[in-house]
């Protein structure tokens, strides 16, 4: 394995939790950009990851250089110190880092802040020491509105967005190829991103989550018949047949560190998405057998068009609102890419057992407000 460095940003997010734990276990030389916290220094916040990661693995994993940083600060916040190692070392970039919130109130705000303007600090920090190869993490989601085939070349084609995410990773994607001063950009286009298929593990709870609690804490008040089913009559306004694009964090870490770790893979674009999606179907059904519900119905598209909502409903469509526009079919996403240079790594099939995980450690969990030294691994 190379001694070359890499410079990993965003790795106390979830993808980036994965992707330093697989280059370290690869024994590549990682160098971590780490924002302190007011209550946590930034020595306890790498402890405590690495304490995740080295549960997760059963082993012990070498250390990373640390460099106290913000992407969202010009030259990301780094002294003189970091900046000259930077230049000494010359390592290449993986760009993690990102906000996951989907709107924000200007420009100046998240997600806007760390997706577009973080971008923008990374490249000219890139620019300003020498660094001339970019491994950057974007996502399926910069075709926005557009259906049909996706190809993995393709970004600009005057697509509409859902959302303020969509739109700013879109346009730091678009800033990233502009970047002339690089030698080699390679970017990496997830779908959308779950805990580990294996163990359930994750560290957020966005998207396919905001589903599984609202179903969870419905069961915690419900009315339980004999059996311990209980009863949940709310009409989804789809057929069942849409496809969800979900892709296991570790196998996105898995694939990216794949390629990274190949330098002739190098210089593409790479769709991180599923071959076969789930449906929607299949998540209901999954997650009604393990929290033991009933009465949802797929009535279509048009099913409650005119038709009074149950107060269960209007709570329901209240609540997942700002993913609903997600509920219509979903692009086919071409990884002809990803599947010619990891044909090993195919990603695993979304079931009812691996969604039956998910399930199982969000409540372990306590979807994510379990104190961090109990947390499951």
Same mark, same amino acid.
């Given at each position: 394995?190379?001694?070359?460095p890499?410079?990993?940003t965003?790795?106390t997010?979830?993808?980036g939790?994965?992707?330093?734990?697989?280059l370290?276990?690869?024994?590549?030389?990682?160098?971590i950009?780490?924002?302190p916290?007011?209550?946590?220094?930034?020595?306890? $916040?790498v402890?405590?990851?690495?304490a995740q990661c080295?549960?997760?693995?059963g !082993?012990?994993? =070498?250390r990373?250089e640390?460099?106290?940083?913000?992407?969202?600060?010009?030259?990301?916040? @780094?002294?003189?110190a970091?900046? /000259?190692?930077l230049?000494d070392?010359?390592p290449?970039?993986?760009?993690?880092?990102?906000? &996951?919130? #989907?709107?924000? /109130?200007d420009? +100046? !705000?998240d997600?806007?802040l760390?997706?577009l303007t973080?971008? +923008?600090n990374v &490249?000219?920090?890139?620019?300003e020491t020498?660094?001339?190869?970019?491994?950057?993490?974007?996502?399926?989601?910069v075709?926005? !509105?557009?259906?049909?085939v996706?190809?993995e070349?393709e970004l600009d084609?005057?697509?509409?967005?859902r959302n303020?995410?969509?739109?700013?990773k #879109?346009e730091?994607?678009?800033l990233?190829?502009?970047a002339?001063f690089?030698?080699?950009?390679?970017?990496?286009r =997830?779908?959308?991103?779950?805990g580990? +298929?294996?163990?359930?593990?994750t560290?957020?709870?966005?998207? &396919?989550?905001?589903y599984?609690?609202f179903a969870?804490?419905?069961?915690?008040?419900?009315?339980?018949?004999p059996d311990g089913?209980?009863?949940?009559p709310v009409r989804?306004n789809?057929t069942g047949?849409?496809? $969800?694009n &979900?892709?296991?964090?570790d196998?996105?870490?898995?694939v990216?560190?794949?390629?990274?770790?190949?330098?002739?893979?190098?210089?593409?674009?790479?769709? @991180?998405?599923?071959?076969?999606p789930?449906?929607a179907?299949v998540i209901?059904e999954?997650?009604?057998?393990r929290?033991?519900?009933?009465?949802?119905? #797929?009535v279509?598209?048009e099913?409650?068009e005119?038709q009074?909502?149950?107060?269960?409903?209007?709570?329901?469509?209240?609540y997942?609102a700002?993913?609903? =526009?997600y509920?219509?079919?979903? =692009?086919?996403f071409?990884?002809?890419?990803? $599947?010619?240079?990891a044909?090993h790594?195919?990603?695993p099939?979304?079931?009812?057992e691996v969604?039956?995980?998910?399930?199982d #450690?969000a409540? +372990?969990?306590?979807w994510? /407000? !379990?104190?961090r /030294?109990?947390?499951?691994?």
């Amino acid at each position: 394995m190379s001694d070359e460095p890499v410079l990993l940003t965003g790795a106390t997010g979830l993808v980036g939790q994965y992707l330093l734990r697989d280059l370290l276990s690869r024994g590549v030389p990682v160098a971590i950009l780490v924002r302190p916290r007011e209550d946590e220094s930034v020595a306890e $916040r790498v402890n405590a990851l690495l304490a995740q990661c080295e549960a997760q693995l059963g !082993r012990p994993l =070498p250390r990373p250089e640390c460099l106290e940083g913000d992407i969202t600060a010009a030259g990301l916040g @780094l002294d003189g110190a970091a900046r /000259k190692w930077l230049r000494d070392r010359r390592p290449r970039v993986l760009h993690s880092a990102a906000s &996951l919130t #989907f709107f924000g /109130k200007d420009r +100046a !705000r998240d997600p806007w802040l760390s997706n577009l303007t973080g971008t +923008a600090n990374v &490249l000219e920090l890139c620019r300003e020491t020498g660094l001339r190869r970019l491994h950057y993490i974007s996502t399926a989601y910069v075709c926005g !509105r557009r259906r049909g085939v996706i190809g993995e070349a393709e970004l600009d084609c005057g697509q509409e967005f859902r959302n303020d995410y969509e739109h700013c990773k #879109f346009e730091a994607e678009r800033l990233v190829r502009s970047a002339d001063f690089l030698d080699c950009l390679t970017v990496y286009r =997830p779908a959308v991103v779950i805990g580990d +298929a294996v163990t359930g593990y994750t560290s957020t709870y966005h998207g &396919l989550y905001s589903y599984l609690y609202f179903a969870w804490m419905l069961s915690q008040y419900a009315d339980r018949e004999p059996d311990g089913r209980w009863h949940a009559p709310v009409r989804l306004n789809l057929t069942g047949d849409e496809c $969800r694009n &979900l892709v296991p964090v570790d196998w996105v870490s898995a694939v990216t560190v794949h390629l990274f770790t190949h330098p002739e893979t190098h210089g593409r674009t790479y769709h @991180l998405t599923p071959v076969e999606p789930v449906t929607a179907r299949v998540i209901e059904e999954a997650t009604a057998n393990r929290l033991r519900y009933y009465g949802p119905q #797929f009535v279509g598209p048009e099913g409650l068009e005119g038709q009074p909502r149950n107060d269960l409903e209007k709570t329901f469509y209240e609540y997942v609102a700002r993913y609903e =526009p997600y509920w219509s079919e979903e =692009p086919v996403f071409d990884s002809t890419n990803t $599947r010619t240079a990891a044909p090993h790594l195919p990603c695993p099939r979304i079931d009812a057992e691996v969604l039956g995980r998910l399930i199982d #450690f969000a409540v +372990a969990d306590q979807w994510g /407000k !379990r104190p961090r /030294k109990s947390r499951p691994g």
